[in-house]
């Protein structure tokens, strides 16, 4: 029975809500839409009003525009020998270590020297002129039988000047040739004599002949008128055969002079190509050691060491053994490196904001800096960006902060500012155009 004046109640409830559910005021229904629609406008005008920039952070690393040097190992090996200490100050060129080789270092300096003099050094010690096997060089290790072959060749023409074999076959025809124009003037001589006698015993005959046709003379004295007209033919013609064969003779003796020229200097040519092709090889050899042994200050400036410090050190190639820092005013930069992953947005102009692992950014602040360039190619997917720091190390919290090469820190590049209903609506648009 009281479940049935229950249930009854609440039926007659329901149906008075229902009457009024039924029948909502409009005021209510009005002002709900209002406030609905204010909330979304101003949603709205804020999204579109409200902007801020995408931060893009890198790792970036300070340094300065001329950056230190870094002396790399090109071969693995004990340090064989140390010429500096921390921070000296070495000149551009110095040599400030060597890696252990089968070369001694002053020989290879003073091979250098004499390479400097040229493809033939001018001194007159250089080797000896009568030995081309005995270099006054030695321990060169892997560039002695370059230097060898520089030297023989330099002995093999030194030798060929000296001896001047050419030259004296060239003087002795000359000498040839001189005799021989001589006895060509003579023969000349001889032969206008022979032509001249020719001449008189042809008049001679013809008086002769004469005389024989009117038997003045008798067969014998015409006979003999003859012979001697015969014998000036004869007398002339061998006189003009051997001025002929010496003439001849002459042309010979010049010709083979001009050969003999020739070929001395051809063979003058082939022994300096050789001797500057000795001298090109060992040149490249020089440098392919020092690349691989040697460490060289490419600037002037002070070295820094590191993990290496002392002889017997093991080296392997591509340890970085020592850093070189220039001289100059260090005007320091920021170099970092970007993902590819949103590189687009970065611009020369941007700001950055520079958070140093030295430096807590908490503590000491950060460091402005404004973006110059940007790398038009990348280099394992990363491109490098270039920025210029206008106060230095000076942090907003106002401290300049002590400039060290290499400083390491993360850097926040602050792009163009969007919109918030931009980037509400980006993704959307993303979906819409799937």
């Known amino acids: 029975m009281a479940e049935e004046l229950k249930d009854k109640a609440i039926e007659i409830r329901s149906e008075e809500v229902n009457d009024i559910l039924g029948r909502t005021p409009t005021w209510i229904l009005r002002r709900g839409i209002m406030l609905l629609t204010f909330i979304i406008a101003v949603l ?26 870094p002396l790399i190992a090109h071969t693995t090996g004990k340090i064989m020998a140390i010429y500096v200490k921390d921070r000296q100050q070495v000149k551009a060129g110095q040599y400030l270590a060597v890696l252990e080789n089968a070369a001694d270092l002053q020989s290879v300096l003073q091979l250098k020297r004499q390479l400097s003099k040229g493809d033939i050094p001018a001194s007159d010690n250089l080797l000896s002129t009568t030995s081309a096997t005995s270099p006054q060089i ?19 023409y030194k030798r060929f000047v000296q001896l001047d074999y050419a030259g004296k076959q060239v003087k002795s025809i000359k000498e040839q040739i001189g005799l021989t124009h001589k006895y060509v003037e003579k023969l000349a001589s001889q032969t206008s004599l022979q032509a001249h006698n020719l001449k008189i015993s042809g008049k001679q005959y013809h008086r002769d002949s004469l005389l024989y046709q009117q038997k003045v003379t008798t067969p014998a004295e015409f006979d003999e008128a003859e012979i001697k007209l015969l014998n000036g033919k004869s007398a002339y013609k061998n006189s003009e055969i051997t001025l002929s064969n010496t003439q001849i003779q002459l042309i010979q003796l010049e010709q083979q002079m001009l050969e003999i020229q020739l070929k ?19 040149r490249n050899q020089l440098q392919t050691w020092e690349l691989a042994y040697t ?46 992953q949103g590189a687009g947005k970065v ?17 000491y602040g950060m460091v402005r800096g404004i973006v110059i360039r940007l790398s038009e190619v990348t280099n394992q997917n990363n491109y490098l960006v270039e920025v210029s720091l206008p106060a230095g190390l000076k942090t907003n919290y106002n401290k300049r902060l002590h400039f060290d090469q290499e400083m390491t820190g993360t850097a926040e590049i602050i792009t163009e500012d969007m919109r918030l209903l931009q980037r509400t609506l980006s993704p959307l648009r993303s979906l819409m155009n799937q």
């Open 44 to 69: 709205l005008i804020g999204s579109w009003l409200f902007k801020y920039p995408d931060v893009i952070s890198a790792p970036v690393i300070i340094t300065s525009q001329n950056p230190p040097s």
């Open 295 to 340: 460490l060289k200050s490419p600037v002037t400036g002070k070295v820094v060491l590191t993990n290496y410090w002392s002889i017997n050190q093991q080296v392997k190639a591509g340890d970085q053994v020592m850093t070189i820092i220039p001289d100059g005013v260090s005007v320091p930069v920021g170099k970092i490196t970007l993902p590819m």
């Open 138 to 156: 030695n321990n060169l290790g892997d560039l002695q039988q370059l230097y060898i072959a520089w030297c023989t060749s330099i002995t093999d």
């Open 264 to 282: 001395e200097e051809e063979d003058r040519k082939r022994m300096l190509s050789t001797i500057s092709s000795n001298a090109q090889a060992l």
């Open 347 to 363: 611009k020369a102009g941007q700001k950055v904001n520079i958070k140093l692992a030295n430096y807590p950014y908490l503590e």
